[in-house]
């Protein structure tokens, strides 16, 4: 913001500045439902409230809301067209709310979706002057069971040009390399029998189980140092004296290469069959809940990093060491940007009681701010250049 009076603004200026009164305008609004959804933190899939108070505010601000929107309860969508009419982009705006189960807003997603609302407020507020139309969608259950790759298959990223998410971090940084992830549930199936008197009339189905858990410790000597094999047993059987019947174990498998991570999934199938085989027991394996690897768009990025520049923002280079998120997956459907701001002292790690006050705090109310406003600018350059947006497609279809 460094035009003076006796240069008139640029539009760009102009109309940026803007954005960033309306969020200042709003910011009581903004904040208060930041608060109330850290202190009423629910789990993946079961956001009730937060989803409600998400579709009640933009609602409030000229969107016209589908609640639930698709399959999930608490998914939500917004549309506002510009008043410009003809063509135009559809620009996604994006808000989390999900809590971690004991944990409450450990991963500070009532940030995510304070700003999400912040920013579709301040673009309502200049609606009649943009083409297009604003796509706001709450997206449910990112911690557990990737929610958007469920909103992707009921359409409801359809026809996006873009996809804008904020994430609260200890950095501020715009590139993330999150790691394709997914669950899988393991089942052996056996024979019970009377453990002493005939042992030789049963078949082990913890011993597949113990097979399965080895096979996958030898197996990471050959793995990349990125890739992640992780699992717990939930069922091991029922007693000592008897061979158990059925176990049952949670894996999570990881790599940050899409086509390396198709590689895992197969290997990992052929060692449950394998100890399935060994002991003549059958298995079940169930894959769930896919979070991509995330497709990079440097076109989106860059604009991300000026807007963020002219608020001081210096980006302080993508985070080695990532998770997963099914950011990821949006980001295989149109040009996508998850850039992080800071929240908290640097080194104050996610998923913790630290990070988890962060997200209510003073600093974490004003990221919030800045965040809506950030996500707000960039939208509106993309309803304001469509070179932009062809050069943001240009790339997606390129890498
Ligand atoms: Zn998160």
Redo the contacts with the bound molecule.
């Keep these: 913001m460094t035009h003076t009076a006796s240069q008139p603004a640029p539009p760009h200026v102009e109309m940026k500045a803007r954005l960033a009164a309306a969020v200042q305008a709003n910011r009581d609004e903004i904040l208060e439902l930041s608060h109330r959804i850290h202190e009423n933190p629910e789990p993946a899939f079961e956001e009730h409230q937060a989803a409600a108070w998400v579709a009640e505010a933009i609602a409030r601000h000229g969107f016209t809301v589908e609640h639930p929107a698709g399959r999930l309860a608490t998914a939500v969508r917004g549309m506002l067209r510009g008043g410009r009419g003809g063509g135009g982009p559809r620009i996604g705006i994006l808000a989390?709310y999900d809590a971690l189960p004991g944990l409450g807003h450990g991963?500070?997603?009532n940030t995510?979706a304070a700003s999400g609302v912040g920013a579709a407020i301040a673009l309502a507020s200049i609606a009649d002057e943009l083409p297009g139309e604003i796509v706001f969608l709450g997206t449910p259950a990112?911690?557990r069971g990737s929610g958007k790759a469920f909103m992707i298959e009921d359409g409801l990223f359809a026809g996006l040009d873009a996809a804008l998410l904020f994430?609260?971090c200890d950095r501020n940084h715009v590139e993330s390399q999150p790691l394709a992830s997914e669950d899988a549930v393991v089942v052996f199936h056996g024979l019970q029998a009377h453990a002493a008197s005939d042992p030789w009339k049963g078949k082990n189905a913890l011993d597949a189980m113990i097979l399965l858990f080895s096979s996958v410790g030898l197996w990471r000597q050959q793995l990349h140092p990125d890739t992640r094999v992780h699992g717990i047993i939930q069922e091991g059987g029922t007693a000592a004296n008897i061979i158990p019947d059925r176990t049952k174990a949670w894996f999570m498998l990881r790599s940050p290469d899409q086509a390396d991570y198709a590689r895992i999934k197969e290997r990992f199938r052929q060692l449950v069959e394998g100890a399935a085989l060994a002991t003549g027991t059958t298995a079940e394996v169930t894959f769930s809940g896919l979070a991509m690897t995330m497709k990079q768009n440097r076109t989106l990025e860059a604009r991300w990093v000026a807007n963020a520049e002219a608020y001081g923002i210096v980006d302080q280079g993508a985070d080695p060491n990532s998770?997963s998120?099914d950011m990821g997956n949006v980001s295989w459907v149109c040009p996508t940007i998850h850039p992080d701001l800071s929240i908290a002292d640097e080194g104050t790690p996610?998923h913790s009681i630290a990070f988890r006050d962060a997200a209510a705090s003073p600093k974490g109310d004003e990221t919030t701010l800045l965040a809506a406003t950030l996500v707000a600018q960039v939208a509106y350059e993309l309803f304001a250049d469509p070179a932009l947006v062809e050069a943001a497609w240009a790339e997606f279809r390129a890498t």
């Design positions: 989390e991963c500070g997603h995510m990112e911690e994430h609260p998770g998120t996610g």
